[in-house]
């Protein structure tokens, strides 16, 4: 993130007296609003319908992966009335490029804090999926973020500000996500950092949640920067998001999502210690304790948890020796473990192995990623480099840079006929970069082989040689 640097400042610092450059409509979201005269992307700012140049504001940087601005902001506004909170919001679509996303996003926060005064405690960013990276990958780059909310992704470097210059982490991720076991590996090395980062689940594979869950557990975050502050809560405003979480939890038990429920009325009653009587909440948790679902539901979890800690332990050893040793005799063994696991993703009729599948087929990208890494340091030999990426074929048959790196590795060994296959295998499996074949590393002596313009024929209808 070099270039990023040319961005660094600090959030408490030049922001301005007066709405300068912008027409505001108050208690609306107004959008297309431009960045700056050198970014051509827009995004969407909502002030309060009392808005007051003069006040300085809690301010909510909300990254959404579509760049659908105004309905992420929407999610918040309802719930957050009263808070005197603006949002702005991103209205371009972000992209595997993390560097230009954070680029982009430290712009638009540099053109809110040029023109609206914002309460120096109580800066956050949040964000879903890219938006969540962004969010994230953002609090390293630019100091003066209270808080961070990450949903279903996160950008994670073991290099956090220190002390009260370090953000308070919280995540939320799908109980179906692909990211589960990801999201969990991260936030237990936030939470052995800080006590305050914690992650919460929710159900679903990883949209975002339902808007009154989702800024409840804004408004947990929100209370713990308060808390951490020194800050003291008006009792208006405490038990306004009290009524507020009680409903959500209402809600939530009565669309039967049990565990979930349970979970976040547990979570409240750290967030309202000390400042409201907790027997409503633990009126509730016995409520929720109580019905028949939740039983059922507790019971499940308690006797499937084993089976999946199990499996993930399998997979997570498997893949291990696998590619220590080049183990060329198992992948027959991975193939028809992705096949099950893909079968059971896709079967709606037992949710609960559906969901388990996911998170393990997340599992085991989530792996891949760290042993890439690990493989770009030139650790390994050819066998094992060759081995492990046959092996990410066969996890994703469409990764079609794995597919390259065989066919480049193999031709360079001399093993034609391997090259070949994996040739005849990547186009099956939906490659249709023409020109692209003719440029992987190392094969220039098979262009001109009559087997290898015999394989791109077929699937073309034309070869170059």
Do not use: C
């Not at 370090?166 to 936030?190: E, T, W």
């Amino acid at each position: 993130m070099r270039y990023i640097l040319l961005l660094l400042f600090s959030l408490g610092i030049g922001q301005a007296s007066v709405a300068q450059a912008l027409k505001l409509t108050k208690g609306v979201v107004n959008e297309n609003i431009s960045i700056n005269d050198s970014i051509k992307e827009t995004f969407a700012l909502y002030v309060p319908k009392d808005f007051d140049p003069n006040t300085n504001y809690k301010t909510l940087f909300l990254l959404d992966p579509d760049g659908n601005g105004a309905r992420a902001s929407k999610l918040f506004i309802s719930d957050m009335a009263g808070d005197d909170f603006i949002i702005a919001s991103n209205e371009w679509k972000l992209g595997e490029d993390l560097e230009l996303n954070v680029a982009n996003a430290a712009a638009m926060v540099q053109r809110v804090a040029s023109n609206i005064r914002m309460n120096s405690s109580h800066i956050y960013a949040a964000g879903l999926k890219q938006g969540a990276t962004t969010a994230s990958a953002l609090s390293y780059v630019l100091s003066g973020f209270a808080g961070i909310l990450a949903i279903d992704d996160i950008f994670y470097r073991n290099e956090l500000r220190k002390g009260p210059e370090q953000p308070i982490f919280m995540g939320l991720v799908g109980d179906a996500s692909a990211n589960y076991y990801k999201m969990y590996g991260i936030f237990d090395a936030l939470k052995a950092k800080n006590k305050a980062n914690s992650l919460f689940e929710y159900e679903g594979e990883g949209e975002w949640p339902q808007s009154s869950y989702l800024s409840a557990m804004f408004g947990t975050l929100y209370f713990r920067a308060a808390e951490r502050a020194g800050e003291e809560l008006n009792d208006t405003l405490v038990r306004r998001h009290f009524v507020r979480d009680s409903i959500t939890a209402e809600m939530l038990a009565r669309k039967q999502e049990f565990l979930v429920a349970y979970d976040f009325i547990d979570a409240l009653k750290d967030k309202y210690r000390g400042k409201i009587k907790l027997k409503p909440l633990r009126q509730q948790i016995r409520k929720v304790r109580g019905e028949r679902g939740y039983a059922a539901a507790r019971r499940r979890e308690n006797r499937n948890s084993e089976d999946e800690l199990f499996l993930k332990e399998d997979l997570n050893y498997f893949l291990e020796q696998d590619i220590a040793t080049a183990s060329f005799e198992n992948l027959g063994y991975w193939d028809e473990r992705i096949q099950e696991l893909d079968t059971a993703a896709g079967n709606t009729a037992k949710p609960y192995e559906q969901k388990v599948a996911r998170r393990m087929l997340g599992l085991l990208d989530s792996s891949l990623e760290a042993y890439d890494a690990a493989f770009a340091s030139g650790a390994f030999n050819l066998e094992q480099v060759i081995f492990y990426n046959v092996l990410k074929t066969v996890i994703d048959r469409k990764d079609y840079e794995a597919y390259k790196k065989v066919i480049s590795l193999t031709a360079k060994d001399n093993d034609d006929k391997t090259a070949y296959f994996y040739l005849d295998k990547m186009l099956k499996n939906g490659y249709k970069d023409y020109e692209a074949l003719y440029e992987i590393p190392d094969t220039e002596v098979l262009h001109i082989s009559e087997e290898f313009n015999k394989i791109v024929e077929e699937y073309f209808g034309k070869s170059k040689f």
